[in-house]
């Protein structure tokens, strides 16, 4: 899903600014696989573009470096596995992190797909100060990052391994 051609901030539209993107794909995986591979250090290592190379601090804190623009990112990765979310706070400051962006991962029998399906989908909030092409970029960046993630975890990639293997 791409965003509305209506990525303006101008005031004057009456439906103001695009404030949220979201976009999913179905992957032939388990939702404890999925759920690593979208929390932990390594498996983001491996799709986050933002945060590429993605490494973890003693206390939890994750760290990369941007493929746009080289800088260092910051996250905290908050994982509730009963509601198969990851709220992502992340920042350009270790201290100041928002919660900005959220995967969820929901099991395809609970939407009526076939057993060994999840629906992995990426959410993110449009910060009041980002301009349309940065906002473009996050849409797009996310578009491919969901891409990286089906197929990493559909060829096996995924940090949890034991939990990836079809339990037939």
């Not at 990369?64 to 905290?76: I, M, N, T, W």
Request: hydrophobic fraction near 40%; proline fraction near 4%.
């Amino acid at each position: 899903m791409v965003a509305s051609k209506n990525r303006s901030n101008d005031r004057s539209n009456p439906m103001g600014p695009e404030l949220i993107h979201a976009t999913a794909r179905m992957c032939k995986a388990s939702v404890p696989a999925a759920l690593d591979h979208l929390s932990t250090a390594k498996g983001m290592a491996r799709w986050n573009l933002g945060m590429f190379d993605t490494t973890q601090e003693p206390d939890g804190l994750l760290s990369g470096v941007s493929l746009f623009d080289g800088k260092q990112a910051y996250a905290r990765a908050e994982l509730d596995p009963h509601k198969g979310l990851v709220t992502y706070r992340i920042g350009a400051d270790r201290h100041r992190l928002v919660p900005r962006i959220q995967a969820q991962v929901v099991d395809g029998v609970a939407l009526g797909y076939e057993a060994g399906l999840v629906l992995v989908s990426l959410q993110t909030w449009r910060l009041k100060d980002m301009d349309d092409a940065r906002w473009l970029r996050l849409i797009t960046t996310h578009e491919t990052e969901l891409d990286l993630i089906k197929a990493q975890l559909e060829r096996g990639m995924s940090t949890d391994t034991a939990a990836h293997q079809d339990p037939a």
